[in-house]
Nanobody, 123 residues
């Protein structure tokens, strides 16, 4: 099994910054990709950003130029630096990891989710 533990959420004023962290632990052979998703009240969960390598990242249009995703492979950790935050960024942010548990596991891996961390941006 794999556990994902997020940290770094909180309350910030519009225009401010926050940095989220997510550390993966457990039975890990390799991590194919990691990412962040968010869910605002009354809305579906949506992709924020994903990363395979530092040169292979993907962002939602709404956060491009403001958010930066990065990954520390040695620590099995993914980060999300969020700048110029807006009230529309408010929500619960979930970490996701696609993990291979062993060399014999399917290459496509299995998806795991963290518990979520609340981000609230006040106007």
């Amino acid at each position: 099994q794999v556990q994902l533990v997020e940290s770094g959420g909180g309350l910030v004023q519009a225009g401010g910054s926050l940095r989220l962290s997510c550390a993966a632990s457990g039975t890990i052979f390799s991590i194919n990709a990691m990412g962040w998703y968010r869910q605002a009240p009354g809305k579906q969960r949506e992709l924020v950003a994903t990363i395979i390598t530092s040169s292979s990242t993907n962002y939602a249009d709404s956060v491009k130029g403001r958010f930066t995703i990065s990954r520390d492979g040695a620590k099995n950790t993914v980060y999300l630096q969020m700048n110029s935050l807006k009230p529309g960024d408010t929500g619960v942010y979930y970490c996701n990891a696609n993990v291979r548990s062993s060399v014999w596991a399917p290459i496509r891996g299995s998806d795991y989710w963290g518990q979520g961390t609340q981000v609230t941006v006040s106007s």
